[in-house]
């Protein structure tokens, strides 16, 4: 019998917390969020990315990850990248930011589509989405401020 038939990859998934309970932001407001995440948005004007910020039950900071990276019109979140992470980090909910290089600050119904589905997803993992932010290089939109965060 050939020993290589059962050769199986090993997978690795690792979170490694940096700073203590205490040392986390907490998040309070859509505005908070916005600060932070603008922060890791490299290329804001140029090309479209979506992060993820993961809380623990109190709204502090675990961690923040890039979901995905495209193109000036648009970028392609699967929910199972989101989900994974926020199992990971063990996470209590999360926030999820992208920008519009265009500069428009309106929800598209991909955008929305892609929240309620997500939303949806977390929910049936005892998680829960607290806002999505469509970020620009001069402002931002909260749809949990906007009422379409259910």
Do not use: W
């Not at 986390?24 to 948005?41: D, G, M, Q």
Request: glycine letters at 4%; aromatic letters at 8%.
């Amino acid at each position: 019998m050939n020993k290589n038939v059962f050769v199986i990859s090993e997978i690795k998934i690792s979170y490694n917390p940096k700073l203590k309970n205490s040392e986390r932001p907490k998040i309070t407001t859509s505005k908070e969020a916005e600060v932070i995440f603008r922060s890791f948005f490299e290329n804001i004007d140029y090309t479209e990315s979506m992060y993820a910020m993961f809380l623990n039950h109190g709204n502090k900071v675990l961690g923040i990850k890039m979901i995905s990276s495209g193109g000036t019109a648009g970028t392609v979140c699967d929910p199972k990248n989101v989900l994974q992470v926020a199992l990971k980090a063990h996470a209590s909910s999360f926030i999820l930011a992208h920008n519009h290089p265009s500069g428009t600050m309106v929800a598209s119904q991909a955008d929305q589509a892609l929240t309620t589905k997500i939303a949806s997803a977390a929910k049936f993992h005892d998680m829960n989405l607290l806002d999505h932010l469509i970020l620009s290089s001069e402002d931002y939109y909260s749809f949990a401020d906007n009422g379409l965060i259910t």
